[in-house]
């Protein structure tokens, strides 16, 4: 198992002049993974993932990148890593085509196989029409497009992007996610958002930051599954206790006039079952809606929460 | 090795597109161009100048080439204070700080990239006393200790350039800091001239001496005048060696 892991950290923690930035993180990525890095700002996602990219040395714990650990072998594990950086480290006064170039230098990318990586990644991340331009010319999306072409020229292992839909308009944003998609299927990708929305449109599983430490840490299709809650609307309904009685009800909350709000056993999807026995019953079935999963307020409980108590007792 | 010389195309490449490098060429193209011809004027008006001791070699190429230290002295700061400071003011040095490449080879990549151009300006500037050769003999082993001595100045510049730019976010900062530092090291030798010797418990402190031993400007001068030793050629080796050095020193440090 563990020689499956593209990366692993374990207790991960940062400390900036008595702060104490990020607190024993433990992050694991398997292979194809996607993993978004979710968390208000100043949550330490950046912090994070600057260890892990190796520009910002950890005050404790331990990174290893596909089998090299990043302080011992620094040169080996960061050959497997390819990083886009909060702002993408760009040279204005270059073109796209001298930029890759001198990062495929860089990256070790041998000198036969450049021009063709070159192709690849500007193909991967749309720059096709744009290699003979000056960089400080394109707009932010695309020069977002050329930082993530400079990650991927070396077809890394690892794949670690922070804040990549930063500032980007709406198609932009749209085109970024279809790019760290297709992306995946060839790399293991670390994203990182303050918007939840843009990391349940790319990852497989998603961490929550928040001052420092890991509040939440599960698979997306769980987070998914996990809760339903249903509400539904009977005309000639029954009584609570034959709604509570049905197979695979948790809970039932009255709303009045006829609307029941029903939470599931969790990991049961009832809602196919529970229409049936409407109709079945006679009970005139006039709504039934599920809640999406909501992700999205947990996240804000889980994040807000603490911040309140801090914020009382600083 | 490979990547070094990556890191230093790289810098060239990016010299050699910004108006900034160019200008600095011009100008200091401008400025030691004029003071070549006016010592050359000068010297054809006053032929009496030259002496047993003091030859065209000594007084047109010396003179110019203590002049081009102090253009150094201007054209340096700004282009280290862009190496290290303005990257990280851009966030671009993240790209070399994760790329496979010790900090060794990022270091010594920028330096002799930034060699690379100061070597094209020491060349520019090597060509005026070297183009008398057509009108008069010229003794090619003073010019040649002194252009040895001009391109060791250069180096010794370049590595506290990039030292003082590693220090700091500021490009300004950086540069004014470089001024700052190299108008200091010529002061450093004007304590040297001075017939100073404070007496402390009794024993006179031969300042003047220490000054003329430490100063940068002091072991150049003994290279103009055609004293090529291996003191003065170590001095300028190390004084580099160790900036550089330091530059990798403080770089490591920004990850801790």
């Avoid at chain 1, 292979?31 to 404790?60: F, Q, Y």
């Avoid at chain 1, 744009?130 to 400079?150: D, F, H, M, P």
């Avoid at chain 2, 402190?205 to 400007?217: C, D, N, T, Y």
Wanted: some cysteine; glycine content about 10%; aromatic content about 6%.
């Amino acid at each position: 198992m563990e020689s499956d892991l593209k990366l692993s950290a374990q207790g991960l923690v940062r400390d900036y002049a008595g702060r104490r930035a990020v607190n024993d993180i433990d992050i694991r990525l398997a292979g194809g993974e996607v993993l978004g890095l979710l968390g208000p700002n100043g949550a330490g996602k950046t912090t994070t993932l600057r260890m892990l990219a190796g520009t910002l040395a950890p005050s404790a714990g331990r990174i290893l990148l596909a089998g090299h650990d990043m302080a011992r072998a620094p040169r080996q594990a960061k050959r497997h890593l390819g990083y886009l950086p909060e702002r993408p480290p760009v040279y204005d006064e270059l073109t796209v085509d001298e930029y890759l170039a001198f990062c495929a230098r860089l990256r070790g990318v041998e000198r036969a196989k450049r021009g063709a990586a070159i192709e690849r990644a500007k193909a991967d991340c749309g720059l096709e029409d744009t290699g003979k331009r000056l960089i400080g010319n394109l707009s932010k999306g695309y020069q977002q497009r050329v930082g993530i072409a400079q990650a991927i020229v070396h077809r890394p292992d690892v794949l670690i992007l922070d804040e990549p839909t930063a500032g980007l308009d709406p198609n932009q944003l749209r085109g970024i996610r279809e790019l760290v998609g297709r992306l995946a299927e060839s790399h293991s990708v670390i994203v990182s958002s303050h918007i939840l929305s843009e990391i349940q449109a790319v990852a497989h599983r998603v961490m929550i930051l928040h001052r420092g430490r890991v509040v939440l840490d599960e698979a997306l299709a769980d987070a998914d599954a996990g809760n339903g809650v249903i509400d539904i609307g009977l005309r000639a309904g029954p009584d609570r206790a034959t709604l509570a009685a049905l197979a695979g009800v948790d809970a039932v909350e009255d709303l009045g006039d006829g609307r029941w709000r029903i939470t599931a056993t969790p990991g049961r999807d009832i809602r196919g079952s529970l229409a049936e026995t409407a109709v079945h019953n006679g009970w005139h079935l006039v709504e039934l809606t599920a809640h999406t999963p909501d992700l999205e307020s947990r996240f804000a409980d889980l994040t807000r929460s603490e911040h309140d108590t801090v914020a009382e007792t600083s | 090795m490979s990547l070094t010389l990556s890191i230093a195309r790289h810098e060239l490449r990016r010299l050699f597109v910004s108006p900034l490098a160019w200008t600095l060429l011009a100008v200091s193209q401008l400025l030691t161009g004029i003071l070549f011809a006016m010592s050359l004027t000068d010297l054809s008006l006053n032929p009496q100048r030259i002496g047993a001791y003091d030859g065209v070699s000594a007084i047109v190429g010396g003179g110019l080439f203590r002049f081009a230290t102090v253009v150094l002295l201007l054209v340096v700061p700004l282009l280290t204070m862009r190496v290290f400071a303005e990257e990280r003011k851009t966030g671009n040095i993240e790209l070399l700080l994760s790329a496979p490449a010790s900090l060794t080879a990022v270091v010594l990549g920028k330096f002799v990239g930034l060699m690379g151009y100061l070597t094209l300006l020491f060349a520019l500037i090597a060509i005026m006393p070297l183009s008398l050769a057509f009108a008069t003999p010229l003794d090619m082993g003073l010019l040649a200790s002194g252009l040895i001595g001009l391109w060791l100045v250069m180096a010794a510049f370049c590595a506290l350039g990039l030292f003082l730019s590693s220090l700091t976010r500021e490009p300004t900062l950086a540069a004014v800091a470089t001024l700052g530092a190299l108008m200091l090291l010529w002061l450093f030798y004007a304590v040297s001239t001075m017939d100073w010797q404070p007496v402390v418990l009794g024993t006179a402190l031969p300042l003047g001496e220490a000054a003329r031993a430490l100063s940068l400007i002091g072991h150049h001068d003994a290279l103009l005048r055609g004293v090529f030793s291996s003191a003065d050629l170590l001095y300028f080796l190390i004084f580099t060696l160790c900036f550089l050095a330091l530059t990798v020193v403080r770089l490591d440090m920004d990850r801790h």
